[in-house]
């Protein structure tokens, strides 16, 4: 199933991932990110969620993706239980084009395909350093579950944080 759904914030555009963006991708990965992968990496992660797989581009240019991947395992969120959950493994934005929204529209967005495609909540690993990711985070209703030591390949910490991605029953 190809997702076709394309937004507009301001001049930019959302949209999904195409196999051609690929390279792009990579190249704001590189320049954006201390945390590299493999072009099959991206290629397995663009065929298995498609939904969740968005890019920002202004005139046709790739400047900010998110990737993720659809999970089955033990709740993030709860003590006990299993979850269908969604993982945000990489978001980036290259700085000229930070605080315009891109973000926060690619997240939200990557969370509506988790929804789709039958997840109950969502969560990430990001640095404890990184206070703008963690507000950004935060202002989308991510809670910090636990802190992860030498999570990363240079021994920082990170936080997971997690959301609910099922509305408060009232």
Do not use: W
Not at 147 to 163: F, K, P, Q
């Amino acid at each position: 199933m190809q997702n076709s759904f394309v937004k507009r914030i301001g001049d930019y555009i959302l949209r999904p991932a195409r196999p051609e963006d690929i390279p792009k991708v990579i190249s704001v990965n590189l320049a954006m990110l201390p945390e590299h992968y493999s072009e099959s990496f991206y290629d397995e992660m663009l065929r298995e969620s498609p939904e969740t797989f968005l890019v920002a581009e202004l005139a046709g240019e790739v400047l900010g993706y998110i990737m993720c991947r659809i999970e089955y395992g033990f709740s993030t969120l709860k003590k006990f239980g299993f979850a269908r959950k969604g993982h945000i493994v990489s978001i980036a934005v290259i700085d000229d084009h930070r605080s315009k929204g891109l973000g926060s529209a690619l997240v939200i967005e990557a969370l509506n395909g988790m929804r789709q495609r039958g997840c109950t909540e969502a969560y990430l690993e990001v640095r404890v350093s990184n206070a703008p990711a963690i507000r950004l985070y935060q202002k989308l209703d991510f809670k910090i579950v636990t802190r992860i030591s030498g999570y990363y390949r240079d021994g920082e910490e990170a936080y997971l944080m997690a959301a609910s991605l099922v509305p408060p029953s009232t």
